[in-house]
T-cell receptor, first 111, second 113 residues
């Protein structure tokens, strides 16, 4: 158990819909990262937050957004969903060393 | 931008065979290097990491990796694999200016009993 909690574990929705994925980092970690894992794209970095502020942006689509709240949990919002958004979405948090601790992921299926 | 290359996409070995998975990165500055493992249906777990010091790093489950700065490489090794090592292995890099890890495309290891 990494200490990073993600909900929901599985999500099935339709194209055009909007979903929210939630992540609680390890106790004491200020940084939260979101990654997307798909068969064709591999592990892609989406976005990083540090203590409530956006720190780095990766290959995140404009239809996707994220935020980190004062209690340090984070949410990833995916809107106008397309079939190609079906993937495993991982959240990770890091300590001061930069080592990432990953949650178990949220598997999104868009039908 | 930094990138990470894993040359072996799919490796099939018999139990007790030795393993070496290649990883090369492109970034000229100081890097932090990681190997993560993802067992079927599970999340990524850290195998080992290198920040500084001895370039030969020992990790969990008998894995080790060697950082060769001149070759921009961080290859993963294990002298004798087990069936339970069947998993996908990811090399990852970060640097002090960008803490977010950049991952390689992964190597799927299949160990046959």
């Amino acid at each position: 158990d990494s200490g990073v909690t993600q909900t929901p574990k599985h999500l099935i929705t339709a194209t055009g819909q909007r979903v929210t994925l939630r992540c609680s980092p390890r106790s004491g970690d200020l940084s939260v990262y979101w990654y997307q894992q798909s068969l064709d794209q591999g592990l892609q970095f989406l976005i990083q937050y540090y203590n409530g502020e956006e720190r780095a942006k990766g290959n995140i689509l404009e239809r996707f957004s994220a935020q980190q709240f004062p209690d340090l949990h984070s949410e990833l919002n995916l809107s106008s969903l397309e079939l190609g958004d079906s993937a495993l979405y991982f959240c990770a948090s890091s300590d001061y060393t930069g080592e990432l601790f990953f949650g178990e992921g949220s598997r999104l299926t868009v039908l | 931008a930094q990138s990470v290359s894993q040359h072996n996409h799919h490796v099939i070995l018999s139990e007790a065979a030795s393993l070496e998975l290649g990883c090369n990165y492109s970034y000229g500055g100081t890097v932090n290097l990681f190997w993560y493992v993802q067992y079927p249906g599970q999340h990524l777990q850290l195998l080992l990491k290198y920040f500084s010091g001895d370039p030969l790093v020992k990790g969990i489950k008998g894995f080790e990796a060697e950082f060769i700065k001149s070759k921009f490489s961080f290859n993963l090794r294990k002298p004798s694999v087990q069936w339970s090592d069947t998993a996908e292995y990811f090399c990852a890099v970060s640097h002090t200016g960008r803490r977010a890890l950049t991952f390689g495309s992964g190597t799927r290891l299949q160990v046959q009993p």
